[in-house]
């Protein structure tokens, strides 16, 4: 359907920016390189994704008119963000092949994505078994980093009273990583990420804290902002290797 949505122009900037660090690289995967956004309820809500980490959020619009969903294609963001720049407002209007994004100086005009978006609410977890609450945000990030000189698979182990130990094994040279994070965790368990896409999930964390809600080994992990409950981060798990 046709709709249309007026809301802060630095919130599309911040959607926009995001779908860059998560969406898809890969110019054959249009859909999944794209930002899908949806009018409903009165909120805008946006999601990006390359099926290894996901990211979405929702924000109240200033006005709206009509529910409707669309795929922004990733060659429209540069020219988004240009004329985002110095905006308050915006305007966008989504109609069944374009959208038109407005503001009081220009306006954008972009063909959409043919393709319908994954079912991306289907994968985030309603409920979790393990918490690990109060992560330094950079610290964790720094310690990822560290990691992954040795190894880009990050093995992560979780535990009351001691946190979280991080550690890599180095394949050329067969010496490893290990860090170690402090946290509050109610539960055990070792699993094991990309330091890659973690570090690049946690760089959209904007408060200096984090939690991390888990189930198990091979399911997929969110990541908490606290300074921002409108936003879900989401990253899959590697697999171990034996050791």
């Known amino acids: 359907g046709c709709g249309r949505a007026v809301?802060?122009?630095r919130l599309l900037a911040q959607m926009l920016i995001f779908s860059q660090r998560f969406g898809a690289s890969d110019p054959l995967r249009p859909v999944m390189a794209g930002m899908y956004i949806a009018f409903s309820g009165g909120s805008v809500e946006f999601c990006a994704t390359d099926s290894h980490q996901l990211m979405t959020g929702s924000w109240e619009a200033v006005e709206m008119?009509?529910?409707?969903?669309?795929?922004i294609p990733q060659t429209a963001f540069c020219p988004l963000l240009d004329i985002l720049k110095a905006a308050e407002s915006v305007n966008l209007r989504i109609g069944a092949q374009n959208a038109v994004v407005s503001t009081g100086n220009a306006s954008v005009n972009c063909r959409l994505v043919n393709?319908?978006?994954?079912a991306f609410r289907s994968v985030i977890p309603q409920s979790f078994g393990i918490r690990a609450t109060g992560i330094g945000t950079a610290a964790m990030a720094a310690s990822a980093?560290?990691?992954a000189l040795s190894n880009d698979t990050l093995r992560m182990n979780l535990a009351p009273g001691t946190g979280i130990v991080m550690s890599a094994?180095?394949?050329q040279t067969g010496r490893g990583s290990r860090e170690s994070v402090p946290c509050a965790a109610d539960g055990e368990l070792s699993i094991a990420f990309s330091a890659k896409r973690l570090v690049s999930a946690l760089s959209a964390v904007r408060g200096d804290t984090f939690d991390l809600l888990l189930n198990s080994a091979d399911k997929a992990a969110v990541i908490r902002?606290?300074?921002d409950d409108g936003?879900?981060?989401l990253i899959m798990p590697v697999r171990m290797n034996a050791e």
Not at 65 to 71: L, V
């Open 169 to 171: 094994s180095g394949l």
């Open 65 to 71: 008119g009509g529910d409707a969903s669309a795929i």
């Open 7 to 9: 809301m802060a122009a």
């Open 145 to 147: 980093e560290r990691c």
């Open 231 to 233: 936003v879900t981060i």
């Open 115 to 118: 393709g319908k978006y994954p």
């Open 225 to 227: 902002d606290p300074e």
